[in-house]
């Protein structure tokens, strides 16, 4: 016969306890069964039970056996225990097992049996769990996050039990109320608990152990909102105490505050306010603290609700509130800052500052109407010339936002951007949302009727696209018929990858047209497929194209979007050429997503090239069936990888009229220069990859603290794309008078930089570097400085 599997087996042997107590008149089999549950919880070697067991008990059959006991706790079998075997056989099922569900048990019995002497057994048991530190393990098994994973309605059930216990109580037993039981012994007892197990947090923490806060912030929004502020009164003045030299109980004290959830923050930050009182007015310290510190100079907790609300509660305090906005409103217009600080940390500021403004009275945001009006010209200004679209975009909701609430002559500001988690957090610092009217269905009748299907309906045209490439062009220059223009512009791509010889004869012509066309007519999907066609175009006819765009890259009178959409076709045309041919058709370019990716707007690129690089470079043995190794194919690239490189690095020190790369366009610059990393890492292998290298190198030298982040970003990834795809001989010979001072400059990056993506691929960079470095003076025939020089 097999054996059972262990929840089989632990679901048979309760089951048969659950017999034996229920129906055996063995006195000498009522312990023995009790003895058995007990089992389950016994740790350590001498358990007659495997761990296996003893889990599958705790998780599945605990509380059920539990609810057994409670049940029959009246019956024959339970009064003959002596008082020896019920404390250590019946009441240490309650007091040993998984606490939780302990406490939901008993507060479950005591709500539902009668006055008895069952009654007030439980009721000792409960008042042991209590003494016996129970809530402590309670709270510190959800700090570990090794209690049962549970629902939401659960979760909620626990926490009422846990904070109304001695409502819960005082309702059952009136006037035979434990003293434990009374508000005023059992929340400081929680209170004290909750030290006990944020305590062992903090030593976890040091030791290493990850460990979660959000039941126990859930229990103290629980507690405050039931208005029990001596659990406050109890936690603060330890938690200042530790707070006061030691960084670890500082990130508790944040962490616990910041996950309070939001219904509760409220009543929470209430709590503390009666606490604290007007200790603002009095303390200069704790002036400077609150209302500089914690609002302008971090940003890792979301103290901002709790610091605010409490500046608010009191008019006494509100001046404070006033000169804060005051305070915030500049940092958030100050254009160094937003040049300087991180994202997140203006991400803070800004919530701050519409929080703010929320709590104003119409009198107050009066008087700060004109300081306000300067805030929002100056401070949109300085957000919306970033070239970081996050920070743009942060700028437009928070203009939206103070312009509606100070109804400037009745006109409000209203931008176009992409609703993300982000913006709509901003906007409901600010705004109070409200039920839509929904009109009446008057057409009710028409929802018997079955629709019709049209969904293969085509929609028919009287033109025709076109079927040659120079027809295709001289609709796209003279035509105005709005329809023969889309026409043309989708079948352009097609046509230039199958004409070939067609096309070199009118491809710089072409890329004219195409580079200066514009969306007159909104065709769907104008701007891919007009980029698609012009890198079909780059391909197909590779050398005079890319001096065409080169050339023009830097010529007058073109806008900055099309020098960036110069940019964007050479560096999606790099990528196709250097990558193997293929005898299946190239699906073209329908999707204006596949633009070609840079630090501003997607700073994981990087990552995935060096990942890829590192992975290429990784020796695996195995053995068995192998792949069929890849066709050979010549990389189309390698060959004009100059022609797409080194004209964008002539002119760029020369300021035009209506460009300037090292002034004002620092957006194009950015771009220019991940551009420039982008073709460096594809010339990998290549002849020229060392010459494009060093050329590399010089150019971005100049520009290594620019102000702006995107500028940074870009030096840093073509600084990764040299030391990828350099040759490490050369890195080691013909850079050897730069690499000391360029990894000088890498580790202070990584170290001071305020921009979190900067530090990364800085480090990145220095990994690449000293692996470089150590394969080649590894090399026994590594070419010395002296033979190289």
Request: aromatic letters at 6%; glycine letters at 4%; hydrophobic letters at 40%.
């Amino acid at each position: 016969m097999e054996s059972l599997k262990p929840s089989a087996e632990v679901r048979l042997a309760v089951s048969h306890c659950f017999q034996t107590l229920s129906k055996s008149t063995d006195s000498k089999d009522i312990p023995a069964a009790l003895q058995k549950l007990n089992s389950y919880l016994d740790e350590g070697p001498e358990s007659p039970t495997t761990s296996v067991h003893r889990a599958e008990f705790r998780r599945t059959h605990f509380t059920r056996s539990l609810q057994f006991l409670v049940n029959n706790i009246q019956a024959d079998w339970f009064h003959k225990l002596t008082a020896t075997q019920r404390t250590e056989l019946w009441d240490s099922l309650f007091l040993r097992g998984p606490p939780e569900q302990a406490l939901l048990v008993l507060m479950e019995g005591i709500g539902q049996l009668s006055l008895s002497s069952g009654l007030d057994h439980l009721v000792n048991i409960t008042e042991k769990f209590l003494q016996s530190g129970r809530l402590t393990d309670l709270l510190w098994s959800y700090c570990l996050e090794t209690a049962p994973s549970d629902s939401p309605q659960l979760r909620e059930t626990l926490l009422g039990r846990i904070v109304a216990l001695p409502d819960l109580t005082a309702n059952r037993l009136h006037p035979n109320n434990k003293p434990l039981f009374l508000p005023q012994q059992y929340y400081p007892l929680l209170a004290a608990e909750m030290l006990t197990a944020l305590d062992r947090t903090c030593q976890a923490l040091k030791d290493g152990t990850d460990c979660s806060l959000t039941f126990m912030a859930q229990t103290l929004g629980k507690v405050c909102i039931q208005g029990h502020t001596v659990v406050l009164a109890v936690l603060v003045p330890h938690l200042s105490m530790c707070t006061c030299s030691d960084m670890v109980w500082q990130r508790i004290c944040w962490k616990l505050l910041e996950n309070v959830p939001q219904r509760w923050m409220d009543s929470a930050a209430s709590s503390l306010r009666r606490i604290i009182g007007n200790l603002v007015l009095t303390n200069k310290k704790a002036q400077f603290v609150i209302t500089h510190k914690l609002l302008l100079l971090q940003y890792k907790y979301e103290v901002r609700i709790v610091v605010l609300g409490y500046l608010a509660a009191d008019r006494d305090r509100r001046p404070l509130l006033i000169q804060v906005l005051r305070s915030l409103s500049q940092a958030w217009a100050n254009p160094s800052a937003v040049k300087h600080t991180p994202v997140e940390q203006q991400l803070y500021v800004s919530k701050a500052l519409l929080l703010s403004v929320a709590l104003l009275k119409d009198s107050e945001l009066l008087e700060l109407r004109s300081e306000l009006l300067q805030c929002l010209l100056g401070g949109m200004q300085s957000h919306l010339d970033s070239s970081v679209l996050r920070i743009r975009r942060m700028g437009m909701v928070v203009g939206e936002c103070l312009s509606s609430r100070m109804d400037i002559s009745g006109t409000k500001l209203k931008f176009e951007y992409d609703q993300d988690e982000e913006t709509q957090e901003l906007l409901s610092l600010i705004t109070h949302t409200t039920g839509e009217d929904t009109e009446p269905d008057l057409n009710t009748s028409d929802d018997e009727l079955t629709p019709y299907d049209m969904s293969g309906d085509q929609e028919i045209s009287q033109a025709s696209p076109p079927r040659y490439i120079r027809d295709c062009l001289e609709t796209l220059i003279s035509s105005e018929d709005p329809v023969r223009v889309e026409l043309s512009l989708k079948a352009a791509e097609g046509l230039v990858r199958r004409n070939v010889f067609a096309t070199k004869e009118i491809s710089v012509q072409l890329t004219k047209v195409l580079l200066h066309m514009e969306d007159k007519y909104s065709i769907k999907s104008f701007v891919a497929l007009r980029q698609s066609t012009m890198v079909a175009i780059v391909v197909t006819d590779c050398i005079p194209v890319t001096q065409y765009l080169t050339t023009e890259f830097y010529s007058l009178n073109y806008s900055l979007r099309q020098r960036l959409d110069i940019l964007e076709v050479l560096a999606l045309a790099a990528q196709e050429l250097s990558k193997p041919t293929s005898n299946k058709s190239r699906p073209p370019i329908t999707a204006v997503a596949d633009l070609t990716p840079y630090p501003g707007d997607n700073p994981v690129h990087w990552r995935q090239i060096v990942e890829k690089r590192i992975q290429s470079k990784t020796k695996r043995l195995s053995k068995g069936a192998t792949q069929t190794p890849a066709v050979a194919s010549p990389n189309r690239y390698a060959p004009v990888a100059g022609h797409f490189f080194f004209p964008l690095l002539s002119n760029y020190d020369k300021p035009q009229v209506t460009f300037d790369l090292l002034g004002s366009d620092h957006l194009v610059l950015g771009r220019l220069i991940h551009t420039l990393g982008l073709f460096m890492h594809l010339a990998v292998n290549a002849p020229i990859a060392a010459q494009m290298g060093r050329a590399l190198l010089d150019f971005v030298w100049a520009v290594r603290y620019h102000v702006d982040q995107t500028v940074r970003r870009g030096v840093l990834f073509a600084v990764c794309a040299v030391f990828i795809s350099m040759p490490s001989q050369n890195l080691l010979v013909d850079l050897s008078d730069q690499l000391f001072e360029t990894r000088s400059w890498l580790a202070d990056v990584a170290e001071e930089d305020p921009d979190a993506d900067c530090r990364s691929l800085a480090v990145q960079s220095l990994v690449l570097l000293d692996k470089s470095l150590k394969k080649q003076l590894q090399d026994p025939q590594a070419p010395s400085l002296e033979s190289g020089s």
